[in-house]
């Protein structure tokens, strides 16, 4: 697609908004996987015939700039954000580990994302998008624009030198469940070399919760150890009962709805369209934005 000269503005602004989360110019180039040459032409406003299509495009997707017309999307502060935040804010702030295992579809990665934009050295990685040890630790290493281009040993130590020297890091794994067994255990070795200087905070469904129990009660080597490293035990928003999960998610879903239905909506219905279901009530207030 052709990017308008509007469009890398808005991607222009959202670089200059992140580069406050990183303590210099080549770290955030290498975090948005771009050359400090191109990311010098993009900060000084020069955008014609310096930087590709494809450059802009994968600018804006690291930054989670829109590219085409979108309904704008508020946050809400529900059960589910609130907790989350605290607990990403804890884990940063002390330097100790979490696992988050619940249901899906709660706003468990709008949340993430949200606390990572708005906090230095805090980092999202996406594990379904990096299963095997070496693509996870590359994009770990990505992410606080360390260069993640070489042997995989020197990208490793580059890594764990750098997370020591910063204040407070942070790593949050969402869809964790997703990483092979090597992973697992190259998560295991970064926690050990980073103990006590740096945060992490692993996200999942139910399946997460279930594949660690039945490796740890299988005894495979590795998942009880990590366990142990990620406090024990697992966090959980919504209620175990059935029934009053539903009425948990429903009021979820309302609070969300108020803070994004055009004016006059009524909430209810949306909630009821919904089912509780977060991504439903987006596609609620679409139908209704779009038809009025």
């Given at each position: 697609?052709?990017?308008?000269?509007?469009?890398?503005?808005?991607?222009?602004?959202?670089?200059?908004?992140?580069?406050?989360?990183?303590?210099?110019?080549?770290?955030?180039?290498?975090?948005?996987?771009?050359?400090p040459s191109v990311y010098n032409v993009i900060k000084k406003g020069n955008y014609e015939k310096q930087v590709s299509d494809a450059g802009w495009v994968g600018i804006a997707r690291r930054l989670g700039v829109v590219l085409r017309e979108e309904m704008?999307?508020?946050?809400?502060?529900?059960?589910?954000?609130?907790?989350?935040?605290?607990?990403?804010?804890?884990?940063?702030?002390?330097?100790?580990s979490a696992i988050l295992c619940d249901v899906p579809n709660i706003g468990k990665t709008f949340t993430a994302r949200a606390y990572v934009k708005a906090h230095k050295n805090a980092v999202y990685i996406d594990c379904s998008q990096v299963k095997t040890k070496r693509k996870l630790v590359r994009k770990i290493a990505k992410e606080f624009g360390v260069t993640s281009i070489g042997s995989y040993y020197d990208v490793y130590e580059d890594l764990v030198a750098?997370?020591?020297?910063?204040?407070?890091?942070?790593?949050?794994?969402?869809e964790a469940g997703d990483l092979q067994y090597e992973a697992f255990l190259e998560l295991k070795a970064l926690w050990n070399a980073t103990e006590r200087c740096?945060?992490?905070?692993?996200?999942?469904?139910?399946?997460?919760?279930?594949?660690?129990?039945r490796n740890v009660e299988g005894m495979k080597v590795g998942y009880a150890e990590m366990l142990s490293r990620f406090?024990?035990?697992?966090?959980?928003?919504?209620?175990?009962?059935?029934?009053?999960?539903?009425?948990?998610?429903?009021?979820q879903a309302a609070i969300v709805a108020k803070v994004n239905a055009p004016a006059g909506a009524d909430v209810m219905q949306i909630v009821h369209g919904s089912g509780g279901g977060l991504r439903r009530v987006y596609t609620e207030i679409e139908k209704l934005k779009k038809g009025a």
């Open positions: 697609m052709e990017i308008s000269k509007e469009i890398k503005e808005r991607i222009a602004a959202a670089v200059a908004a992140d580069r406050e989360n990183y303590p210099s110019d080549n770290k955030h180039a290498v975090a948005l996987g771009i050359s704008e999307w508020k946050a809400a502060e529900t059960p589910t954000f609130r907790f989350i935040m605290a607990q990403l804010g804890l884990c940063q702030e002390s330097g100790v750098y997370m020591k020297t910063l204040d407070t890091p942070l790593v949050v794994l969402d740096c945060g992490w905070y692993m996200m999942g469904a139910d399946g997460l919760r279930a594949k660690i129990a406090g024990d035990t697992y966090s959980r928003v919504t209620p175990e009962d059935e029934k009053e999960r539903g009425k948990f998610l429903k009021a």
